[in-house]
């Protein structure tokens, strides 16, 4: 530890128990010695039992066989996902929504996202409707292992708009966090095998034994990894070292509009590289807690939800002034009114830059 961290001892010592995940960021966390006693093994399988234990207290949301799929691959499936009024109804909204967005340029790579929040959910009745129902949030509910409110977004991945940059980082295999959490999408287009559909690794969010004993060597030195995403602790994994764990065949999931993908994206997943370009539109869900809560519940902005949009917004103030101040360039940014379908606009002035 360096000496200027030490009047921090208790702040990082303390976020032991909480959702930080950081190698880098924490010296303790990232502690090579406290690693090799146990420590991030120790995190690991307390947030599991405690995921376990309040996935118990859900069952009861979902069905059984929602419940096996969940449990057994990390991720499900589920196909005509509202009846074609419905999904209708919300596709016309959802692609009709001028609003401001934010976008980034990451690798090879624009990710458009537009807040499904207070002000735009007003402008989206049918959308609202779903996205509120216990049909969605109870899924999610299961697989997150927490019954609270998600952030919702829409989401428009365009890929391959610079030819000559590096691949996206979401193309290369990872885990999101150590603990459950939960990612979905409600896809409002079809999903070819070209238009850069999720895959997943069924059943790599289990913590068995050779799933700890990697995670165990990686956190030895994740503090110092070249990969600075594997030092943030979002743990990147290569396809040989996949094999080596014996997981099943990776299931790249190009399906239809109007499905519903949900997943533990503690698992390992990626988004599989697109030859050319391509353009995919979901409705994006996703959602984290402390995991080490022995309760499901607790969600107290789900009684207020203007208080969280409006938390999200003030993160992303903070999170800009900070960028500013540090006269960064690239990442996430505002970017006028935008629809989910308005092409990229890349330029050298107000347009998205590389990440």
């Known amino acids: 530890m360096k000496p200027y961290q030490w009047p921090m001892l208790v702040v990082y010592a303390a976020a032991i128990f909480s959702k930080s995940k ?23 399988r ?40 419905t999904f209708e109804k919300l596709r016309n909204e959802i692609l009709g929504l001028q609003t401001e ?11 458009r996202l537009i807040p499904l929040d207070g002000r735009n959910m007003g402008k989206v009745p049918a959308t609202r ?45 990872h885990s999101d966090t150590f603990h459950p959490t939960v990612k979905a999408w409600l896809y409002l287009e079809d999903v070819d095998p070209a238009s850069c559909p999720f895959t997943y690794v069924p059943g790599s969010h ?14 030895l030195h994740a503090a110092t990894s070249r990969e600075p995403l594997t030092a943030e602790g979002s743990l990147r994994i290569t396809e040989q070292e996949l094999a080596r764990l014996r997981y099943r065949v990776p299931e790249s999931l190009a399906v239809g509009a109007n499905t519903l993908v949900i997943a533990d994206t503690s698992g390992f997943h990626k988004r599989s590289p697109s030859a050319d370009q391509a353009r995919r539109i979901s409705i994006w869900a996703y959602s984290r807690s ?8 607790g969600d107290f902005t789900r009684a207020f ?35 989910p379908a308005t092409p990229p606009a890349l330029d050298t002035g107000g347009g998205p830059r590389r990440g």
């Open 206 to 219: 289990i913590a068995n034994r050779r799933r700890l004993a990697w995670e165990r060597r990686v956190s």
């Open 46 to 85: 307390l947030a599991w039992r405690m995921g376990i234990r309040r996935r118990a207290q859900l069952a009861s949301l979902i069905t059984a066989e929602d419940r096996a799929a969940i449990d057994r691959d990390g991720y499900i499936v589920k196909r005509d996902f509202l009846d074609p009024e």
């Open 290 to 297: 402390n995991p080490f809560l022995p309760w499901a519940g």
């Open 129 to 173: 409707s779903v996205l509120e129902g216990p049909a969605f949030n109870n899924l999610l509910a299961y697989a997150g292992s927490f019954r609270r409110r998600p952030r919702l977004f829409v989401q428009t991945v365009f890929t391959r708009v610079l030819k000559d940059a590096p691949p996206d980082v979401q193309s290369f295999f």
């Open 22 to 44: 950081s190698f880098r960021d924490n010296p303790v966390i990232g502690s090579t010695s406290l690693n090799k006693m146990g420590l991030h093994l120790f995190r690991r």
């Open 101 to 111: 967005a934010r976008e980034a340029v990451i690798g090879d790579t624009l990710t």
């Open 305 to 339: 939800p203007r208080l969280h949009g409006w938390g999200l917004h003030l993160f992303w103030f903070a999170q800009d002034l900070v960028k500013r101040m540090g006269k960064a360039r690239g990442g996430w940014r505002w970017v006028g009114v935008r629809t």
